[in-house]
């Protein structure tokens, strides 16, 4: 079975940074997608950014300029937010896509997720 644990969350005055960290163990084949998404209080949940096979990225609107995905050792993908806000104040939640197997369905499995709380 695979999990994800994230790591890096905290609180941080507004201007400040932060970097979250997300592992992935178990059977992996193969990964297509690795992302992180938000949900901030009374909010639905939103994606704030994702690094898909051959390093492609792609970021939400919100953060875009203030924030860099990328893959680290293994199967852990790191999101560095800058110039943080009280509006991103959120629990963040790691995602992968991946393969079992070169055969298999493509799967989707979700972190328990990270605090992150921006004050001003």
């Known amino acids: 079975q695979v999990q994800l644990v994230e790591s890096g969350g905290g609180s941080v005055q507004a201007g400040g940074s932060l970097e979250l960290s997300c592992t992935a163990s178990g059977s992996i084949s193969s990964i297509n997608v690795m992302g992180w998404s938000r949900q901030g209080p009374g909010k639905s949940r939103e994606l704030v950014a994702t690094?898909?096979?051959?390093?492609?990225t792609n970021y939400a609107d919100s953060v875009k300029g203030r924030s860099t995905v990328s893959r680290g050792a293994g199967n852990t993908v790191n999101l560095r937010l800058t110039n943080l806000k009280t509006e991103d104040t959120a629990m963040y939640f790691c995602?992968?896509?991946?393969?079992?197997?070169?055969?298999?369905?493509?799967?989707?499995?979700w972190g328990p997720g990270t605090l992150v709380t921006v004050s001003s």
């Open positions: 995602h992968l896509e991946y393969k079992i197997s070169r055969d298999s369905p493509e799967r989707l499995v």
């Open positions: 690094i898909a096979r051959g390093g492609i």
